[in-house]
Structure formats: structure tokens, C-alpha cells
């Protein structure tokens, strides 16, 4: 039987997926740390270590917002594979289209960490960085 904090740690990302795909900033805000660190791929445009909700860089909204222009696009398909008190790991689809019409849809895995029902980090692994390069440097 899943904890009641386990359950928060669940509802919680299932508002982050939900937030990131309908582009809600003010549900984004509402259980994110102010101080949330989000860690991606170095090699990746926005790679790197993005702190706060606005870092002040371009991030990974700058990067796929413009190759998201459907709600079919932005679907993360978010499955949560386990939880702890604390943490979760998701496992959620990557897609994005390219004006000439090229593809990508590739899964990433991420470890979060929520305490008193914000998400204080996150880290994302891509299975197949350079495919995402390969699509970005081509966009």
C-alpha cells in the first residue's frame, strides 16, 4: 500500500506533466520551489543546470515551444515508474515537429525530488541525446 506521501509525490508530478503541457506557468509556480534546480543534458541546447523558475537563460521552453504547435505535440505521456517519500522517477516522451515536417518522439527518463509538495529538482536522462541534436540543429 502506497504512503499518503508517496501519493503527494505522485499528484505533484502529475500537475508538472500537466503544467508543461498545457503551458500553465501559474500551475507550474504552484508546486514548484522557488529555488527549483532543473538538470539537463550538457550537450543539449539548454543543458546544463537551469535554477529557479526563471533562470534567466533559455531553457528547454525556448528550445520546443516553437516545435509543439499541437496539443498532440506538447503530450508527454508521463508514467510514473516509482516513488519514494520524496522522490519519483517518470518515465515521459519527448516530440516535437520541424517546419519541414520532421519528427521526434523519444523517451526520457527523469528523477525528481519533491519536498512538502513542491519539486525542489529535477534531472533528466535522454536515451538518445544526439538524435535530439540531430532533430534541433535542423529545426
Do not use: C
Amino acid at each position: 500500500m502506497k504512503s499518503t506521501t508517496n501519493d503527494t509525490v505522485a499528484a505533484v508530478m502529475a500537475d508538472i506533466f500537466r503544467s508543461v503541457e498545457e503551458r500553465d506557468n501559474a500551475l507550474f509556480d504552484s508546486v514548484t520551489d522557488e529555488a527549483v534546480e532543473l538538470h539537463w543534458p550538457p550537450e543539449l541546447p539548454y543543458g546544463g543546470v537551469a535554477r529557479g523558475r526563471n533562470p534567466g537563460r533559455p531553457g528547454w521552453g525556448t528550445t520546443w515551444n516553437p516545435l509543439q504547435p499541437t496539443a498532440a505535440d506538447r503530450r508527454l505521456d508521463p508514467r510514473i515508474v516509482a516513488t519514494t517519500d520524496e522522490e519519483a522517477v517518470v518515465l515521459w516522451h519527448q516530440r516535437g515537429v520541424a517546419a519541414d515536417g520532421r519528427r521526434i518522439d523519444t523517451p526520457v527518463l527523469g528523477l525528481y525530488r519533491v519536498i512538502k509538495g513542491k519539486l525542489v529538482r529535477g534531472q533528466m536522462f535522454y536515451f538518445d541525446p544526439r538524435a535530439v541534436l540531430e532533430f534541433l540543429a535542423g529545426s
